[in-house]
Antibody, heavy 126, light 111 residues
Framework: QVQLQESGPGLVKPSQTLSLTCSVS??????????WTWIRQPAGKGLEWIGRIFTSGTTNYNPSLKSRVTISVDTSKNQFSLKLSSVTAADTAVYYC??????????????????WGKGTTVTVSS | QSVLTQPPSASGTPGQRVTISCSGS????????VNWYQQLPGTAPKLLIFSGNQRPSGVPDRFSGSKSGTSASLAISGLQSEDEADYYCATWDDSLNGLCVFGTGTKVTVL
C-alpha cells in the first residue's frame, strides 16, 4: 500500500525559499508510470495545484507560480521535492504531495491524485 | 484563481439526494474527464470519483459523477452524516500550456 509523507520546515522567512520533500513508501518512483504532484491549501480556502513531475523528470507548473517553483525527483531515495522561492505571507498554506495517474483514455486526457500525503503546514513569517 | 465554479454550500437530511454542480469551459471540462475529491474536516482530500464516473475501491456507490458539455455534477444519494465535508471538482485545463484546475469547493451539511 503506497503512502506519502511530506516533510520540511514549518516556518520560512519572507523572501526565502520554501523546501519540502515527499517520501514515498510502498511504490518505487523509478520506473513507475505516475506523475508526482504538489498541491497547497491556504487556511479556510480551496485547493491550488502547484505542479507535477513525471518519472522521466518532465515537469509542469502552475503558470501563476512557474517563475518561483522547482519540482525534482530523487529516485535513489524514493522522494520528490518542492522548492518555492521568494516566498511571501501569501504562500502560507498546508502543502500536500500526491501520486497522480495520467494519460489518454480513448478520447479524453485523464489526470488525478489518487493517493495523498497528510499535508504539512508552512507558515511564512519573520 | 479557481476556474471551475461550484456552489459554496449544499445541504440535505439523512437519506436525501444531494447534487453539486461544477461549471467550467471548453478548455477544461469540455475537453477532459472530471474528478471529485472529498475533504473531511482537518484531513487531506480523498479521491472520490475519477475519469468522470469511476469510483476508487472502497468508495460507496452512493457517490456518482456525470458530465454534460462544460459542466459536471456529483450526486450523493442516501445522504449520511459522515458525508458532511467539503467537495472539490478538478480537471485538466489546456490553457497556458496546461495545468490542473480545481473547483471553488462546496460544503455539504447534513441537517
Amino acid at each position: 500500500q503506497v503512502q506519502l509523507q511530506e516533510s520540511g520546515p514549518g516556518l520560512v522567512k519572507p523572501s526565502q525559499t520554501l523546501s519540502l520533500t515527499c517520501s514515498v513508501s510502498g511504490d518505487p518512483i523509478s520506473g513507475s508510470n505516475y506523475y508526482w504532484t504538489w498541491i497547497r491549501q491556504p487556511a479556510g480556502k480551496g485547493l491550488e495545484w502547484i505542479g507535477r513531475i513525471f518519472t522521466s523528470g518532465t515537469t509542469n507548473y502552475n503558470p501563476s507560480l512557474k517563475s518561483r517553483v522547482t519540482i525534482s525527483v530523487d529516485t535513489s531515495k524514493n522522494q520528490f521535492s518542492l522548492k518555492l522561492s521568494s516566498v511571501t505571507a501569501a504562500d502560507t498554506a498546508v502543502y500536500y504531495c500526491a501520486r497522480s495517474p495520467g494519460g489518454y483514455d480513448l478520447y479524453y486526457y485523464y489526470y488525478y491524485m489518487d493517493v495523498w500525503g497528510k499535508g504539512t503546514t508552512v507558515t511564512v513569517s519573520s | 484563481q479557481s476556474v471551475l465554479t461550484q456552489p459554496p454550500s449544499a445541504s440535505g437530511t439523512p437519506g436525501q439526494r444531494v447534487t453539486i454542480s461544477c461549471s467550467g469551459s471548453s478548455s477544461n471540462i469540455g475537453s477532459h474527464t472530471v474528478n471529485w475529491y472529498q475533504q473531511l474536516p482537518g484531513t487531506a482530500p480523498k479521491l472520490l470519483i475519477f475519469s468522470g464516473n469511476q469510483r476508487p475501491s472502497g468508495v460507496p456507490d452512493r457517490f456518482s459523477g456525470s458530465k454534460s458539455g462544460t459542466s459536471a455534477s456529483l450526486a450523493i444519494s442516501g445522504l449520511q452524516s459522515e458525508d458532511e465535508a467539503d467537495y472539490y471538482c478538478a480537471t485538466w485545463d489546456d490553457s497556458l500550456n496546461g495545468l490542473c484546475v480545481f473547483g471553488t469547493g462546496t460544503k455539504v451539511t447534513v441537517l
